[in-house]
């Protein structure tokens, strides 16, 4: 009997709403797709969507940019990181975090995770004490959302500001508060392979009115921040918008009004991908090999994308597997690599880093890691089939 060959592509996302594409070809007619480009009395689309995310957030601030990335970087930049200052992060997270980190000018200091691939808290504290370092860029990778609350304990005794980077947690929470409005500012990405898909672009949230004040001039906003689509009051300006340098990196209309007919639907999304995922879960939690993250009932995920672990695996094993996984069309990223591939590198592939930390849990679990996308395109039915391929592959490398 021939094998099942799944054969839909992992990197297909769903089209843009109609309504999306409508109001992007009006945008593409009027020409006006600079968002300070606006007629008398008109409120940009951009302005628009920092408006509607804002409130979709439950903060008062948004602020619209070119990438996940860049907003991460001036997050720091807006909350006072000087030159050479130290950053900590967990060290599982998408390579474009310590490159903001970097970018901003400090200095990452990785920091454990633990088996459910969320950052260990008896190390950050450590590592809290250890460095003093004044800022924790958290990094919801995959959708795994830490403790939130013990997180936030823990900044406040030792003084350190969060920044979350919500990239994989748009649209989740952690015991009813939404993941992003934790910590001082929160980074999000619409690239295209995220919640909301522009292609590219961040968003930038907060509460602080200093903060968005200077992430607003830092993205490129000239005189013109008065036309944002929120922002503090002008007296909050009067210094911020000389002393603050322009790090050009907006949004444009034709992006904004992409994302803006999306979001109304993002949270039914979140419960398409939920269905995907706990489909694919109980699947593959029927195989005494596969091990699943823990995931605690406080933490509403975004299935997104799914992790597992085969611990029993030698690293010998491991490419066998990927490969016969992939043969039959089930597209399976292993993060114990260490040579870095497509989106996906280890924390130990970054040399630029000063020291390359030693971080012996966090390898551990990365080295029997593996990681699949669920996009909306597939349906709940196609979950059986990879589910029983990645069953029959494991079971092909035992037996
Ligand atoms: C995508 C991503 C980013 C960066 O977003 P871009 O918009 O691609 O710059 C940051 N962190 C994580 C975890 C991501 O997946």
Redo the contacts with the bound molecule.
């Keep these: 009997m021939s094998k099942t060959v799944f054969s839909k592509p992992f990197t297909q996302q769903e089209a843009i709403p109609e309504t999306g594409i409508e109001h992007a070809v009006e945008i593409l007619r009027s020409g006006r797709l600079h968002r300070y480009n606006t007629l008398e009395g008109e409120t940009s689309e951009t302005a628009l969507l920092e408006r509607e995310y804002a409130d979709y957030m439950g903060q008062r601030y948004c602020l619209a940019c070119t990438?996940?990335?860049?907003s991460?970087h001036i997050a720091l930049r807006a909350a006072g990181l000087k030159p050479g200052e130290a950053v900590l992060s967990n060290a599982f997270?998408?390579a474009?975090?310590p490159g903001a980190i970097d970018n901003a000018g400090g200095k990452p200091l990785l920091v454990e995770i633990d088996e459910n691939y969320c950052v260990d808290l008896a190390h950050l504290e450590a590592m809290m004490q250890q460095s003093k370092a004044r800022f924790f860029m958290i990094?919801h990778?995959r959708g795994h959302i830490a403790d939130m609350v013990a997180v936030v304990e823990l900044c406040t005794k030792y003084g350190v500001t969060l920044i979350e980077?919500s990239?994989?947690t748009m649209g989740a929470s952690w015991n009813g508060k939404k993941s992003g409005s934790f910590g001082k500012i929160a980074c999000f990405?619409t690239?295209t392979y995220?919640h909301l898909n522009s292609g590219?672009?961040?968003l930038l949230t907060t509460d602080d009115d200093d903060i968005i004040a200077r992430a607003i001039i830092y993205s490129g906003s000239y005189m013109m921040y008065e036309r944002h689509g929120t922002l503090p009051d002008a007296d909050v300006f009067a210094d911020i918008r000389l002393d603050t340098p322009n790090y050009s990196g907006r949004m444009d209309n034709l992006r904004a009004t992409i994302l803006r007919a999306q979001l109304p639907g993002l949270d039914q999304n979140c419960a398409r991908w939920n269905e995907r995922y706990r489909s694919l879960e109980n699947r593959l939690s029927q195989n005494s090999r596969i091990q699943l993250p823990y995931r605690p009932e406080q933490e509403s995920y975004v299935g997104s994308s799914l992790q597992f672990r085969i611990a029993e695996f030698d690293q010998e094993q491991v490419p066998a597997f990927v490969s016969g996984c992939a043969q039959r069309g089930v597209e399976l990223k292993w993060f114990g690599n260490v040579e870095p591939q497509g989106f996906t590198s280890r924390y130990d592939s970054w040399r630029y880093l000063e020291n390359t930390p030693q971080l012996p849990q966090t390898l551990e679990v990365l080295a029997t890691t593996f990681d699949l996308r669920i996009p909306l395109t597939f349906t709940v039915e196609d979950m059986e089939i990879i589910g029983s391929i990645i069953d029959e592959e494991t079971a092909a490398i035992f037996d």
Excluded: I, R
Excluded at 67 to 70: A, E, F, I, L, N
């Design positions: 990438s996940g990335g860049y991460l997270t998408l474009p975090v990094s990778m980077d990239a994989h990405s690239q995220k590219e672009g961040g």
